[in-house]
């Protein structure tokens, strides 16, 4: 199956218009919650979270033998959970750093779910086929049910966060102050940990453990790139989220034999870079072509300025002087003496140049800024 | 036991050291994560390599595979350059997109690579043994023994050679590059060898699961003590003892060695983390509880010391006044008695001699707030303990 006719079959065909829809509402909810995240400089933590939600599944299926995924997810959930009270408890009670306490959860719960996967597989239970699938996602297992408790899910996020989103807000970005004012920030705090939590145990089935964590990332990290406003950030990683899904898993059903987590990751990375390089704030090109513009501002100043210092030990400021006297001084090519002349600062007559009334007054007031920018506003 | 068994321990014992030493490091300079980050981002090295060389132990594979982990790190610290995202989000960007990449390229070439994605987050500790080392068809002992043993006799003589280097950049880098020693350099030769060990080990362990055996020794071994050299010694016996621990549950269980490796590691660290001696959970709690009695005594003895009137010296008055509940009360006057800071006469509370004269130390930082005066107070506080 090509891509085109993935697009095609998405509006005839039930299973993957389900697929579709299901990873559609997951990248948005995933962009959604993952901007709260990366704002809280957290990115890490839904790194940690979705491995250690792995022991959760296996015992899960252990426990109750069966694999109906809304009881593997409950477990992945629990353990998720636990997985981050315990680094809190890490971080807070011994002197041991955010980063150890990550790395020590997420890889000794995985280390631990996959001993119980493999203890699982050597059981004589025929139903524990399949259940590996959590460690790198298969869209194709989605069925209408798990679509619709997405969206539900989503919907309830969607509610909370707007219902709070002031409070959401202010505690991002001034914890100090949210507390002076006496809002409960323990209370907001673990709302927001658990959101976070629940969005990173929805995307299990679909991106897998081992890759949750960019799916909550990358369309933040994009989204950041184009905005300083929150609400739009937080929409347009949602949309970004979206797209990778319904990208990744299109491409990925084009394919034989590919999990749908490392594509969806990689779609959203494609993101990431473009937001990177082309955002017109901050992204790397435009910022780069900035920084070019303005060190030929500074040549051209410069240029100026020697000028100023010749004309003005005329007594008529306007009074024409060769190029040849400014040989010696390297600033100026005839592309620069073009730009000042464009600008109205000077004028070329044949072999000689002459400083404007304006050029004058632009010049002396180089260092002046403020008076420059007074001069230009008139 | 049979020679594969203790074959296989062998390896996890020296595969544990190897990774135990540069996680020492990495925990100490709040890099745990990079590990993390390298351990994942190896994997398209580790499968071009592969593609070339069709030898998981070719010392090519483990070249190639380690400069994928430095690249990482440049390229981590390049985004983080750019100021365009925080410094975590630049690594949790980085890695799972190569390791995306590392993932595609087996499932595309599934039937050329004898490489799956489950040896890939686990390792093949079992079948290290089957692959032997031959010289002109000699039998040397298994590949992947030689391989661990070479990166950990090079790890071992680099930390020799340049631990003073090693211990000053780590914790003062200021100092170190003061004293002539580039604490960049030392940086990028420490994350070469955890990028190097991490590819050797992860033949035996995979990629996720040596992440846990660089850090929980030396996480747990920080919990117990705050001596670099002892913290070295500890983690690598943490290390080895669960790496033995973990193949044995394995053989029990009939389950993953590595996973059982890891969950080892886990309940030694959970065991630490609640009853090291005074950094774990426990004596912390402890720790909170008997200082917020000791504050509660010095606001108590303020107190005494500001009212002569006897209604606001009675013994009642306590729980009113100060709000205190009944038990805590009791608490902090039995406190009180113990240390003769206070007599009670007819159910009114005085202050004595002793009680007075620690009450104006008190009083004197409280006002003065210099730390010159707190430190006999400290060992005053000492006494309340014993």
Same mark, same amino acid.
């Given at each position: ?55 959760? /599944?296996?015992?899960?299926?252990? /426990? ?26 890490? /971080? ?42 959590? #460690? ?32 959401? @807000? ?22 927001? &940990? ?82 990177? /390089? ?6 790397? #090109?435009?910022? =780069? ?10 040549? #051209? ?32 090519? @005839? ?33 002046? =800024? ?5 001069? &230009?506003?008139? | ?8 321990? +062998? ?14 490091? +990495? ?18 090295? !580790? ?10 132990? $070719? ?16 390229? !981590? ?15 949790? +960007? ?61 790890? !071992? ?11 000053? $950049? ?5 100092? $170190? ?22 590819? %050797? ?37 943490? %290390? ?18 590595? %996973? ?35 504050? $509660?005594? +010095? ?5 005494? *010391? ?12 306590? *729980? ?22 206070? !007599? ?24 003065? *707030?210099?730390?010159? *005066? ?13």
């Amino acid at each position: 199956m090509s891509i085109t006719e993935y697009f095609e079959l998405l509006f005839t065909d039930y299973t993957l218009r389900t697929i579709t829809l299901g990873t559609a509402v997951l990248g948005a909810v995933c962009g959604m919650l993952g901007s709260f995240a990366v704002l809280r400089k957290q990115s890490l933590l839904g790194d940690a979270i979705s491995h250690a939600a792995l022991p959760g /599944i296996a015992l899960a299926f252990l /426990i109750t033998g069966a694999k109906d995924t809304n009881v593997l997810l409950l477990g992945a959930l629990v353990s998720g959970l636990i997985g981050t009270f315990w680094i809190r408890g890490i /971080i807070t009670k011994t002197h041991l750093k955010t980063d150890t306490a990550l790395g020590l959860i997420l890889s000794l719960f995985f280390g631990f779910g996959m001993l119980l996967l493999t203890f699982i597989q050597k059981q004589p239970n025929a139903n524990q086929a399949g259940l590996d699938k959590y #460690l790198f996602g298969q869209a194709a297992t989605l069925v209408e049910k798990d679509v619709w408790i997405m969206a539900i899910v989503t919907s309830i996020c969607l509610g909370i966060l707007l219902l709070f989103w002031k409070e959401f @807000k202010i505690l991002l970005f001034d914890a100090d102050y949210t507390k002076t004012l006496g809002f409960n920030t323990r209370f907001i705090d673990i709302v927001i &940990t658990f959101f976070i939590v629940l969005a990173i145990v929805l995307g299990l089935q679909t991106v897998g453990v081992v890759l949750m964590s960019a799916m909550l990332l990358a369309p933040a990290a994009a989204a950041r790139q184009w905005t300083n406003k929150l609400s739009v950030m937080v929409f347009l990683a949602a949309i970004f989220g979206a797209f990778s899904g319904v990208f990744g898993t299109a491409i990925s059903a084009s394919q034989n034999n590919l999990s749908t987590g490392p594509v969806i990751v990689l779609v959203a990375a494609v993101f990431v870079i473009f937001s990177f /390089i082309f955002s017109p704030g901050r992204g790397i #090109l435009f910022k =780069q072509l900035r920084v070019r513009r303005n060190r030929r501002d500074l040549q #051209l100043q410069k240029t100026l300025q020697f000028m100023h210092e010749i004309a003005s030990t005329h007594e008529d400021t306007t009074h024409p002087h060769a190029i040849k006297i400014l040989n010696n001084f390297q600033g100026f090519t @005839k592309k620069t003496l073009k730009k000042l002349e464009e600008r109205n600062w000077i004028t070329l007559k044949g072999q000689n140049w002459s400083l404007t009334e304006q050029g004058f007054f632009e010049a002396e007031n180089l260092y002046n =800024q403020q008076l420059n920018n007074e001069h &230009t506003a008139n | 036991m049979s020679t594969p068994q203790i074959e296989i321990q +062998l390896i996890a014992a020296i595969v544990a050291i190897a990774c135990a030493i540069p996680g020492v490091f +990495l925990v100490l300079r709040k890099m745990a994560l990079i590990s993390d980050a390298i351990s994942h981002s190896i994997l398209p090295g !580790v499968v071009v390599g592969f593609f070339i060389t069709q030898d998981l132990n $070719s010392p090519l594979l483990i070249l190639l595979a380690a400069l994928t982990g430095v690249i990482t790190v440049v390229l !981590v610290e390049a985004i983080q350059k750019t100021g365009l995202v925080k410094e975590d989000t630049a690594i949790g +960007l980085v890695f799972p997109a190569l390791f995306s990449i590392g993932v595609i390229l087996i499932a595309k070439n599934a039937n050329d690579v004898h490489l799956d994605v489950d040896a890939v987050l686990l390792g093949e500790l079992a079948f290290a043994p089957f692959d032997r080392f031959l010289i002109s068809g000699m039998d040397l002992g298994p590949k992947s023994l030689w391989v661990m043993g070479t990166i950990l006799i090079c790890t !071992v003589i680099l930390l020799f050679l340049f631990f003073k280097e090693l211990k000053v $950049s780590t914790f003062d880098a200021g100092l $170190s590059s003061a004293l002539g020693i580039s604490p960049i350099i030392m940086h990028y030769g420490l994350m070469s060898i955890s990028s190097v060990t991490v590819v %050797g080990a992860f033949d035996a362990v995979g990629a996720i699961l040596v992440v846990a055996l660089m850090i929980a020794p030396a996480a747990t071994a920080y919990l117990l003590t705050s001596d670099l050299k002892k913290m070295l010694l500890l983690s690598i016996v943490f %290390g080895v003892s669960s790496a033995i621990g973990g193949y044995w549950m394995a053989h029990w269980l009939d389950a993953s060695i590595s %996973g059982s490796m890891t969950t080892v590691l886990g309940l030694v660290f959970l065991a630490v983390y609640l009853f090291a001696p005074s950094k774990g959970l426990i004596a912390v709690l402890y720790r909170q509880k008997q200082q917020r009695t000791e504050v $509660s005594l +010095l606001t108590f003895l303020l107190h005494l *010391n500001n009212h002569q009137e006897e209604n606001e010296r009675h013994i009642n008055h306590l *729980n009113e006044h100060i709000n205190w509940q009944k038990v805590r009360s009791k608490t902090v006057l039995d406190l009180a008695l113990k240390n003769n800071m206070i !007599v009670i006469e007819n159910d009114l509370v005085a202050l004595t001699e002793k009680g007075k004269e620690f009450t104006d130390l008190a009083l004197e930082y409280i006002i003065t *707030n210099k730390d010159e *005066n707190i430190e006999p107070m400290k060992d005053d506080f000492f006494l309340f303990r014993g």
